[in-house]
């Protein structure tokens, strides 16, 4: 299997997964320094006050 790398990648996610990311990257998996998340929910709550 190809080695794998997120390195020039930036990884933006809603923080409900933070601590799922967090624990890839720790593992190695994930080896970008860019991990950005939203606060929990960001989406669902901006979509709604869309909705008219």
């Known amino acids: ?3 794998i790398s997120f390195s020039d ?3 933006v996610s809603c923080g ?4 799922e990311l967090n ?7 994930l080896d970008t320094n860019h991990l950005y998340f ?3 929910d960001f ?4 979509m709604n006050s869309n909705a008219s």
């Open 1 to 3: 299997m190809p080695n």
């Open 9 to 11: 990648i930036a990884i």
């Open 16 to 19: 409900t997964l933070s601590l």
């Open 23 to 29: 624990h890839l990257k720790k593992q190695g998996f």
């Open 38 to 40: 939203t606060t929990p």
């Open 43 to 46: 989406m669902r709550i901006s």
